[in-house]
C-alpha cells in the first residue's frame, strides 16, 4: 500500500536548518507530483512547496522561496525540503503529500514532522 514515511524534524535555533525526509514506497513514485505542506494547530494545512515529476517545476509559498529548498530523489523515492533561515514562526508541523494526477489534491499524506525553532 501507499506509505510515506517522513523524517528529520526536530529543535533548531533561530537562524539554523534542518532537512526533512519522505521516503515513499507502494507506488511508483517519478510519476507524480508531490508536496509539502505546513499546518499551525487551529489553522488549515497550507502548501508550502511543490516539485513535479523531474524536478522542472518548483513553486514555493511566498514567505519561504528563497530560504526552503524543495527536491527529490526519484532513484530512491524519497522527497526532501530544505529549511534555512529559520525563524520561530517557521515552528509548524510539516506533512509530506502525493498529488493524484489530473486532480491537483493530495491523496496520501505523510505522519508529520515536528520543527521547533526556538532557544
Known amino acids: 500500500q501507499v506509505q510515506l514515511v517522513e523524517s528529520g524534524g526536530g529543535l533548531v535555533q533561530p537562524g539554523g536548518s534542518l532537512r526533512l525526509s519522505c521516503l515513499a514506497s507502494g507506488f511508483t513514485f517519478e510519476n507524480y507530483w508531490m508536496r509539502w505542506y505546513r499546518q499551525v494547530p487551529g489553522k488549515e494545512r497550507e502548501m508550502v512547496a511543490g516539485?513535479?515529476?523531474?524536478?522542472?517545476?518548483?513553486p514555493y509559498l511566498a514567505d519561504v522561496k528563497g530560504r526552503f529548498t524543495i527536491s527529490r530523489d526519484n532513484a530512491n523515492s524519497t522527497l526532501f525540503l530544505q529549511l534555512n533561515s529559520l525563524k520561530s514562526e517557521d515552528t509548524v508541523v510539516h506533512y509530506c503529500g502525493r498529488v493524484e494526477p489530473n486532480a491537483g489534491r493530495v491523496d496520501y499524506w505523510g505522519q508529520g514532522s515536528q520543527v521547533t525553532v526556538s532557544t
Open positions: 516539485i513535479s515529476r523531474t524536478s522542472r517545476s518548483t
